[in-house]
Structure formats: C-alpha cells, structure tokens
C-alpha cells in the first residue's frame, strides 16, 4: 500500500534532481509516473526512494532487474 508522504517525499526528490516526470491513470484507476518514458508504479517509485535509486542511473539498474 502506498503511503502518501512517502510517495510525496519520493516525487519531491525527483524533481529536486531535475528529474522530469508526468503522470496518468491506467486502465485500472492506478497512477502510473512516466520518467524518461519509462512507466513506474506508486510503489516502484518508493521502492527506488528507499534504495537510493531516484536517478536515472538507479532507475535504469532497477529496470534491469525487473526484467530478470
């Protein structure tokens, strides 16, 4: 479950690093961001904010490993 601060916390990160992102729902109601076109859940995004991951590098690591 996705908690709002967190989320909050993670997006204001992002742009902090000049990290440019949008947002829309999907099929489901579900907010899905799009960094770089690259399409990441509510729960991916923290996910990679407790990781130390919120950069474009710690983005592409991680889309490596969900691929695996």
Request: net charge negative; aromatic share 4%.
């Amino acid at each position: 479950m996705v908690e709002g601060n967190d989320l909050t916390m993670a997006l204001a990160e992002l742009a902090k690093a000049g990290i440019a992102f949008t947002s829309e729902l999907d099929q489901d109601g579900n907010r899905i961001y799009i960094i770089d076109s690259i399409r990441l859940t509510e729960d991916e995004i923290i996910v990679l904010k407790q990781r130390g991951g919120l950069s474009r590098d710690g983005i592409r690591r991680y889309l490596v490993n969900r691929a695996a």
